[in-house]
């Protein structure tokens, strides 16, 4: 096939080729479609953008650095630049969609804000801009991530969110998204739903993804300033749910030559039955409302995904991703979580900068690659690894 002939952005009916859509309750329709219908205008009102730009630049601090990384450049025999987005306000990319969600929620006339968050990093997202625009926050945590993430949780409610914990099931991020929905059904009017990721029904996968476009917006011109060029060999990121990568990705879909390559947490190893390699075990089918790629048993029941990293330990993957890995326009690898320590150890070692655990799966790719030296290669950094530091505690016996 025609690699140039393939559309990888939506379509009209909320599909990136077989994977999309809104496999929504009935229930759910209404603030799905008013979402849907009002989207695209909202977004790309000059007015809008002005205020999503202004807040991007002054509150959140963009635009990141693209950083040559000398040292980890001359480590691998080639050119490695740095997309900073641990600079970001919050320590991490999700900030850039929270602020453009707020906003769209205020023009839509929403008085309240609910999500829902595992690690939660994307709640701490959503009550940052809550405060910032003073809002009401509900935040939907399952309760043994509530005691896992004790400090995130503490965040959350210094900034005025409040925690409910979701208490059924497996009392993780799965049964917190139910608990969300619900009082989305019940809230209609007054209540949006910030999604955190590039996933959810069309057509938030979209939003999500046109939000985030501002990393590889900024990737381009920042290239071509550095390099005279704005396309690198490859472009490389982690994914969870998807939404770093996609930002990472987003305007250079339709360019062919460059490599984009997407690292999912493999776990403890792709056959342990501890990993999150969604692309690698599994298959299609509808998760959170959209048709895509996730981790499923026989009969269809969706497996707990593992990653030492939380932010990456999630069963699925956004539709656009797995559109792009089904078309082959993106190469989806697996790391382990060996592999990625090693990587945020080595990258902490030779730069000075300590990466969040999820963004060190995309740099210990670099690991497996083979270099002529002439490359230019873009890893997006998605956060910083401040909230790792437990973590990084007890592995490295610090
Ligand atoms: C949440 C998170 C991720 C994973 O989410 P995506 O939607 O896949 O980007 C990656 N890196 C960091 C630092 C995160 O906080």
């Known amino acids: 096939m025609n690699k140039t002939a393939i559309n990888y952005y939506v379509d009209e009916r909320g599909y990136f080729g077989d994977f999309g859509g809104a496999y929504i309750p009935e229930m759910l329709y209404p603030n799905v479609e008013e979402l849907r219908q009002n989207y695209l205008s909202i977004i790309n009102d000059p007015a809008f953008q002005q205020e999503f730009r202004e807040l991007l630049k002054d509150y959140v601090g963009r635009e990141t650095p693209l950083f040559h990384a000398k040292r980890l450049s001359a480590h691998y025999g080639t050119t490695i630049y740095l997309k900073r987005e641990d600079l970001n306000h919050t320590g991490a990319h999700k900030v850039n969609n929270t602020i453009g969600q707020i906003l769209l929620a205020e ?17 701490v997202a959503t009550a940052t801009v809550c405060a910032l625009r003073g809002l009401e926050c509900v935040v939907y945590m399952g309760e043994i991530d509530i005691k896992r993430q004790a400090p995130n949780v503490a965040r959350m409610k210094m900034l005025g969110a409040k925690v409910v914990p979701a208490t059924s ?13 619900r009082d989305w059904i019940n809230n ?13 029904p069309h057509p938030y996968p979209d939003m999500v993804a046109r939000f985030q476009s501002v990393i590889s917006a900024e990737i381009k011109k920042q290239l071509k300033e550095k390099t005279g060029s704005e396309l690198p060999d490859y472009v490389m990121a982690c994914v969870g749910g998807g939404s770093n990568a996609m930002g990472t990705f987003y305007h250079f879909l339709e360019d062919e030559s460059v490599q984009l390559i997407a690292a999912e947490a493999a776990g403890l190893g792709v056959d342990s039955g501890k990993s999150a390699a969604t692309t690698i075990l599994g298959q299609e089918g509808v998760l959170h409302g959209s048709r895509s790629i996730l981790m499923q048993t026989e009969d269809g029941q969706v497996v707990e995904p593992h990653s ?40 902490t070692r030779l730069e000075g900068i300590i990466p969040a655990i999820e963004s060190s799966h995309a740099l210990a790719y670099l690991e497996k690659m083979t270099f002529r030296g002439d490359e230019k290669l873009v890893v997006c950094l998605s956060g910083r690894g401040d909230k790792d530091l437990q973590t990084y505690m007890d592995y490295f016996n610090l």
């Open 107 to 123: 023009k839509l006339g929403k008085k309240r804000i609910i999500a829902e968050t595992g690690a939660g990093q994307h709640g």
């Open 169 to 181: 099931g497996s009392k993780t991020l799965k049964d917190a998204t139910n608990e969300a929905m």
């Open 188 to 200: 209609p009017v007054d209540t949006h739903y910030i999604i955190g990721s590039v996933v959810g």
């Open 308 to 347: 030492i990293s939380a932010g990456l330990d999630y069963p699925g993957i956004g539709p656009q991703h797995a559109h792009l890995f089904k078309t082959g326009r993106g190469k989806y690898v697996a790391v382990t979580d060996d592999e990625a320590m090693q990587a945020a150890h080595l990258l």
